[in-house]
């Protein structure tokens, strides 16, 4: 069973759409970052949050730390088709002890 | 700079066969870790170790073995490969504490064991 749940799986959109991906624990995390990953390659991280209810933006990227620390969002303005790729979150501290725990990610497609 | 160096990037085993997956990095990171990434699963951690002499189990540890004898290295062994092995395996490392600074990703070795 794993502590992270992202959610949706897979999304498709147009450019210019906006959307929102989700990240749900029943777990408290001392920090949870967010990843993005383009085929053949790592992961690359984008941003961690560490204050409940933290926001922190990344140019069209804002990134959501929940009260709790059980929960982030990820919201992309205006996407474009570099925004594609698989999403990950990550949740480390805490419930994870010194484990960094990932989601199973959330592959986004946006077409031109 | 190199960062994370994973080796071979792509292998074919035969069930029962061992091998070990090389991961080196050239940062000085206290944190090395092993995950396999299998489609919808995200990645999952196999081991885990926060300086040399020192290693503990991840989520799915059977099937593998891990030593960190330098700071640099920390090879994943496989004993006796398995067609459920058969995944993306990703080396990371960082320095401590995890939550406090950026994890860096080798590129992937890709195992299919028939």
């Known amino acids: 069973t794993q502590l992270l749940e992202q959610s949706p799986q897979f999304l498709s959109i147009q450019e210019g759409e906006n959307l929102t991906v989700y990240c749900n624990s029943s777990?408290?995390?001392?920090?949870l970052q967010w990843y993005r990953q383009e085929p053949g390659e790592g992961p690359v991280l984008l941003v961690t949050v560490v204050t409940g209810g933290e926001v922190k933006k990344l140019k069209r990227l804002t990134f959501q730390f929940g009260d709790a620390r059980k929960d982030s969002s990820l919201h992309i303005t205006a996407a474009q088709p570099g925004d594609t790729g698989l999403y990950l979150c990550?949740?480390?501290?805490?419930?994870?002890?010194?484990?960094?725990?990932f989601g199973g990610g959330t592959r986004l497609m946006v077409k031109p | 700079n190199a960062g994370v160096t994973q080796t071979p990037k792509f292998q074919v085993l035969k069930t029962g066969q061992s091998m070990t997956l090389q991961c080196a990095q050239d940062m000085n990171h206290e944190y090395m870790s092993w995950y396999r990434q299998d489609p919808g699963m995200g990645l999952r951690l196999i081991h885990y170790?926060?300086?040399?002499?020192?290693?503990d189990q991840g989520e799915v540890p059977n099937g593998y073995n891990v030593s960190r004898s330098t700071t640099e290295d920390f090879p994943l062994r496989l004993l006796s490969a398995a067609p459920s092995q058969t995944s993306v395996y990703f080396c990371?490392?960082?320095?401590?504490?995890?939550?406090?600074?950026?994890?860096?990703f080798g590129e992937g070795s890709w195992l299919t064991v028939v």
């Open positions: 990550a949740g480390e501290g805490g419930d994870a002890g010194n484990m960094l725990t």
């Open positions: 777990s408290v995390f001392s920090s």
């Open positions: 990371a490392s960082s320095y401590l504490p995890v939550s406090g600074n950026t994890i860096y």
């Open positions: 170790s926060v300086g040399a002499g020192i290693t």
